[in-house]
Structures are given as structure tokens and as C-alpha cells.
């Protein structure tokens, strides 16, 4: 076993799924000879001619012909360069991908993915630095992924090519060049279990993306205080693992709820309601969720980091909870 960087662990994913299976092709803009905005796909052009393909700059079309190649048999993995203009794609997702296994009575299966990256402080400005993984959330049919590091990326995307369900892949810009621990040999990761990333007693933060690793470091900090804080990453948001939730929740009875979204309408604010919902007798103090402040997000490397959660605000939130 050895670390290698998140990126790298996308493109062994997409590597070894195509030379496994040869219904499996790419697209997406610049994936091919540019090798991708982000490099994933870095030379897969040349391993595998035919079978990545430059697109123009459409994401509606992206997804269409991932839906028509779907239903044909194939299984597409569609790239969208910037999470923000996937509201391009709504009428394809939304009324085609996510109903049609369900609209032809099960005749046809939808086994594609749309992976899309997106998140902030990376000075990118306001059109691409949006975390909209709730658009997504709030549709049947659709499963929603966000993996936090290199191993559960190439898990998770390994799992998501062989579902038979439309899956929207989303990872975030800061956390391409991070490493861990992946094996060499073929493993997936189950779609809807989530992960402890660090046991804890007292304080429950359930994290998305990259708001896992502010999240560990909020808990480092806290630990020197006397706090013991639980780290758990769902890793995919449809479906959601509740279980893992509620067994923390079953330790430590608090809960703080972080994601890098706005916070009015993020998926935060529906953990938050779930466990209201149905484990409110697990808890000693009101469901704390943190989000990004309801703004633009700015391009100034100055203001941006204001906008967003951190370990400093997740801490605090955690010190307000228990002091409270």
C-alpha cells in the first residue's frame, strides 16, 4: 500500500474499470488531449484510443449523450469541468437520467456517471466556487457521492461505474493534490456507508469533502482542550448512511453538522432534520449545522476564507455547544 495523491487515485479508478470492462468510455471538455482541467485523465487518450472523448463546451449535450449511450448499453463517465455550470444539465438529470429506469417500468437502466468538482478557497471567483451537491440530493434516482481522500475516491468511483443508477461523483479542487494510503489491488468501497475518520466520546461532527480534513484539525485542536470529537464522514450523501450517525450519536449526544454549501438549504440542514427527526432522544444540546455564508463567494485570496467554514469556526461551534 502506498499514498498517492486523490487525483492519481481517480485516474487508477478510471484506468483499471476500463480495462476491465469495455462498454466503459469517458467525456467531457479537454479530458483527452489536454488530459483534464485537473489531470485525472492525464495520457488515457492514448491508452485507450476511441474511448475518451473531447467534447465542446456543452454540458447539456455531455449528459445527453451519456443518458442515450446508457440506455444503449454503455457505461459513460461523463466529466463536468466546473460544478457550477451543471444547471446547464438540470433538464437532462432531472427528467431523464433520474426517471427513465422508473418511466419504462424498469426496461431500462441508467448506469452512468457525472463526475464535477467544485468548492472554494481556491481564488477561482464566484462562478467556480459553488458547493450545489443539495441540488442533487433532493432528486430520486439520483446517488450523490463526495469523497474526502484518495482511498475512498477510487473506492467510491470503482462502485459508482459498476452501479446500474445515474451517480453525480463530486470532488473538490483543494483536494486533488492530497494523499493517502490506497491499495494495490481491486477494492470498492459500498455506496451509502460511511466512516469513522476519528473516534471521539463527547462530540459528533459529521463532515462533507473537504471539510473533513477542517474538520480533523478542529478536532486536534479541541483534543489539546479536553474535547474528544468523532469525525464522521458519510461519504455518500444518497443514500445516506444513518446508522454510522446514530451509533456516534449514541456516544456522544451532541452534534455538529459542517459543509462547505451555502448554508440556507444545504444538505447539512437535512442531516440536522433526520436526526431531529429520528434520533432526538439521543441528544443533550440542538443540532449545530455550519455552512458558507449566504454570498457570492469572492475571488479576493483575502475575503474568500471569511466565507467558509474552517477548523477555527468548527471548533468554536463545538465549544459553544458544550458550554452552552
Not at 19 to 33: A, C, Q
Amino acid at each position: 500500500m502506498s499514498k498517492i495523491m486523490y487525483k492519481d487515485a481517480l485516474r487508477d479508478a478510471l484506468i483499471e474499470e476500463m480495462n476491465r470492462d469495455p462498454s466503459i468510455f469517458l467525456l467531457g471538455e479537454d479530458i483527452g488531449v489536454y488530459g483534464g482541467a485537473f489531470r485525472v485523465t492525464e495520457k488515457m487518450m492514448d491508452m485507450f484510443p476511441g474511448r475518451v472523448l473531447d467534447t465542446p463546451i456543452s454540458e447539456e449535450a455531455i449528459t445527453g449523450v451519456c443518458i442515450g449511450a446508457a440506455i444503449a448499453g454503455k457505461r459513460p463517465v461523463g466529466e463536468m469541468m466546473y460544478e457550477d455550470w451543471v444547471g446547464l444539465t438540470l433538464d437532462q438529470m432531472v427528467n431523464q437520467a433520474s426517471l427513465l429506469h422508473y418511466v419504462y417500468n424498469g426496461q431500462v437502466t441508467i448506469p452512468m456517471v457525472m463526475r464535477m468538482q467544485g468548492g472554494a478557497r481556491a481564488s477561482a471567483s464566484a462562478q467556480h466556487s459553488k458547493s450545489l451537491e443539495a441540488w442533487f440530493t433532493h432528486i430520486p434516482g439520483l446517488k450523490v457521492m463526495m469523497p474526502s481522500n484518495a482511498y475512498d475516491a477510487k473506492g467510491l468511483l470503482k462502485a459508482a461505474i459498476r452501479d446500474d443508477n445515474p451517480c453525480i461523483f463530486i470532488e473538490h479542487k483543494l483536494l486533488y493534490g492530497t494523499r493517502a494510503e490506497v491499495p494495490e489491488e481491486d477494492y470498492v468501497i459500498e455506496i451509502g456507508k460511511g466512516d469513522i475518520k476519528r473516534e471521539g466520546s463527547d462530540v459528533t461532527i459529521v463532515a462533507t469533502s473537504a471539510m473533513v480534513l477542517e474538520a480533523l484539525d478542529a478536532a486536534e485542536m479541541l483534543a489539546k482542550e479536553g474535547v474528544s470529537c468523532e469525525v464522521v464522514d458519510p461519504r455518500t450523501l444518497i443514500p445516506l448512511d444513518k446508522d454510522i450517525i446514530r451509533t456516534s450519536l449514541e456516544k456522544t449526544n451532541h452534534l455538529v453538522v459542517v459543509n462547505e454549501a451555502w448554508k440556507t438549504g444545504s444538505f447539512a440542514g437535512e442531516i440536522a432534520a433526520i436526526v431531529a427527526e429520528e434520533m432526538f432522544d439521543l441528544l443533550d444540546a440542538p443540532v449545530v449545522r455550519l455552512g458558507a455564508l449566504d454570498m457570492p463567494i469572492p475571488y479576493s485570496p483575502a475575503l474568500e476564507p471569511l466565507t467558509v467554514p474552517n477548523k477555527d469556526t468548527i471548533a468554536e461551534a463545538v465549544r459553544k455547544m458544550l458550554n452552552n
